[in-house]
């Protein structure tokens, strides 16, 4: 299968597969998605509630991945949420599942080719930072990739963006400022941090967390920056929100597992989807005309 995979994509290259997957997508849904949303672990529940969605697996679209974790549900959803035409992806790939780097951001590549302008992309994460408590909510400040590959190693498309891309702005200041408005006005604790994304699947090591708590990491996780990456890349707009499932290796004398991070993605659901509901529409008043650098 993934030899197969790789001759198609010595055939066909990634604009053409990107812009091939959003027609299937654009044939099958009701309406044009303006955001763009990827719910990580145990955080996919949002999606059923969107107004008059439709659901497409993810093996149904050409050339998109399938996801293989627990906890993720392999469905893009596409419907509103308070009036504003989403499209989410409940479930996303990751590099330890054995995809190459390519397929992972391949769904941000067609949310792009959907004429997708802003994103918000959550995920499950270790809090290393000892202020933030299981279940806390944090907006993604900045990232450190320590997962040994960039997605835009290799030749340009600037079809897609260009060669060397400004990542000093990597999430959007705006849309993490009226996210702390929102959680404020909800009367929710929000926090702010550093995310480091690792490649996984093993959960990091005591010394390890040491480490990037001394590099200015704030919480650890195995997603969001390749797609951030890419998303940046083509111009979209990204708030990233992580949901502290569990305190990082050392921080607490307990072992770390799987279900611990879908039960606590359950737990917060609610404070999840209210704050969610909230930001959406202020991000949608505020989307430019045409996809920003």
Request: net charge positive.
């Amino acid at each position: 299968m993934k030899m197969a995979r790789t001759n198609a994509r010595q055939k066909t290259d990634e604009f053409t597969r990107a812009s091939r997957a959003a027609r299937f997508i654009l044939s099958k849904a009701r309406l044009r998605p303006q955001i763009a949303l990827v719910l990580g672990s145990g955080l996919g529940g949002f999606a059923d509630e969107f107004f008059g969605a439709v659901r497409i697996p993810y093996h149904k679209i050409p050339a998109f991945p399938r996801s293989t974790i627990e906890g993720h549900a392999g469905r893009l959803v596409i419907g509103k949420v308070g009036g504003v035409a989403v499209a989410a992806m409940q479930g996303r790939v990751h590099l330890y599942e054995g995809y190459p780097i390519a397929d992972v951001v391949f769904p941000m590549r067609v949310f792009g080719r959907l004429g997708i302008r802003a994103a918000i992309l959550t995920n499950a994460a270790g809090a290393i930072n000892p202020s933030f408590s299981q279940g806390a909510l944090v907006i993604i400040r900045d990232h450190l990739n320590l997962q040994g590959t960039n997605p835009l190693i290799g030749p340009n498309d600037t079809r897609f963006g260009p060669r060397f891309l400004d990542m000093s702005q990597a999430y959007w200041k705006p849309y993490r400022d009226l996210t702390k408005s929102e959680a404020a006005r909800l009367g929710m604790s929000i926090h702010e941090g550093i995310y480091a994304g690792l490649s996984g699947p093993s959960f990091e090591t005591p010394a390890e967390i040491r480490y990037l708590k001394t590099i200015g990491a704030d919480m650890v996780g195995m997603s969001t920056v390749p797609e951030v990456i890419v998303a940046r890349h083509m111009g979209i707009r990204v708030l990233g929100i992580s949901c502290v499932t569990n305190m990082a290796a050392g921080i607490l004398d307990q072992p770390i597992d799987h279900a611990e991070v879908l039960e606590t993605g359950e737990r917060v659901k609610t404070q999840f989807v209210a704050l969610l509901r909230a930001v959406i529409p202020r991000i949608a008043a505020e989307l430019p005309e045409k996809p920003a650098s």
